[in-house]
Nanobody, 121 residues
């Protein structure tokens, strides 16, 4: 089973909103053991960290470029992490990836395959 599967990417008009999801049902250990992050990579640019959420969801951190615009959340019952994006701009166009880091055990990091978000009129 693939550890992480992103979905929800789409073509969105500037100013629009979109939520992308990451199904983490394939992780080795309980989803609640993992700190989850969203990264993005635009064409010709390096992959950058967008947002991070703690294992229980009580703590979040955001890149300065998306503060107040994006919201990361998780549902540990559904093994899913979300990224809600609003007021989208062309510069938000990128492939969005989720990443899982086991907070309690030494284990490899997991990456999803990515989902494309394109902001264009």
């Amino acid at each position: 089973q693939v550890p992480l599967v992103e979905s929800g990417g789409a073509l969105v008009q500037p100013g629009g909103s979109l939520t992308v999801s990451c199904d983490a049902s394939g992780l080795t250990f309980s989803f609640s053991n993992y700190k989850m992050s969203w990264f993005r990579q635009a064409p010709g640019k390096e992959r950058e960290l967008v947002a991070t959420i703690s294992t229980a969801g009580g703590s979040t951190n955001y890149a300065d470029s998306v503060k107040g615009q994006f919201t990361i959340s998780r549902d540990n019952r559904k093994n899913t992490v979300y990224l809600q994006m609003s007021s989208l701009k062309s510069e938000d166009t990128a492939v969005y990836y989720c990443k899982a880091d086991n907070f309690y055990l030494r284990e490899r990091d997991y990456w999803g395959q990515g989902t494309q978000v394109t902001v264009s009129s």
